[in-house]
């Protein structure tokens, strides 16, 4: 699968499910539940499912998030950012946290 989705592709690393493209990591700089993480602008939507909204207090303040599972084996990969309620943070909105000890290259 992940071949016909082209080279560089980041999947679950429980099921090897595609989640998202390299071409769509904005920063590795991020911190997850279990160490770090890679913030998206997107992810292979078919392959993802969004749990509910609701308010977390993270390291950078409070926001709106949704876990988000592969669709596959359900294995929490990460959360989206719904909303950040300062304005420094407003540019994850919409955007993904995927933990890098959920996910796992291929065709690298």
């Given at each position: 699968?992940?071949?016909?989705?082209?080279?560089?592709?980041?999947?679950?690393?429980?099921?090897?499910?595609?989640?998202?493209h390299h071409d769509d990591v904005?920063?590795?700089?991020?911190?997850?539940?279990?160490?770090?993480?890679?913030?998206?602008?997107?992810?292979?939507?078919?392959?993802?499912?969004?749990?509910?909204?609701?308010?977390?207090?993270?390291?950078?303040?409070?926001?709106?998030?949704?876990?988000?599972?592969?669709?596959?084996?359900?294995?929490?990969?990460?959360?989206?950012?719904?909303?950040?309620?300062?304005?420094?943070?407003k540019y994850k909105e919409g955007?993904?946290?995927?933990?890098?000890?959920?996910?796992?290259?291929?065709?690298?």
């Amino acid at each position: 699968m992940a071949a016909l989705l082209g080279p560089r592709i980041y999947s679950c690393c429980n099921c090897r499910n595609p989640v998202s493209h390299h071409d769509d990591v904005i920063s590795k700089a991020f911190q997850g539940r279990n160490g770090r993480a890679f913030l998206f602008s997107h992810v292979i939507q078919i392959n993802i499912l969004v749990g509910p909204k609701e308010d977390r207090q993270l390291m950078t303040g409070l926001h709106t998030v949704a876990d988000v599972y592969c669709s596959n084996c359900q294995e929490v990969l990460g959360w989206k950012y719904e909303r950040a309620y300062e304005a420094t943070q407003k540019y994850k909105e919409g955007k993904y946290i995927l933990e890098k000890s959920k996910i796992m290259k291929e065709d690298w």
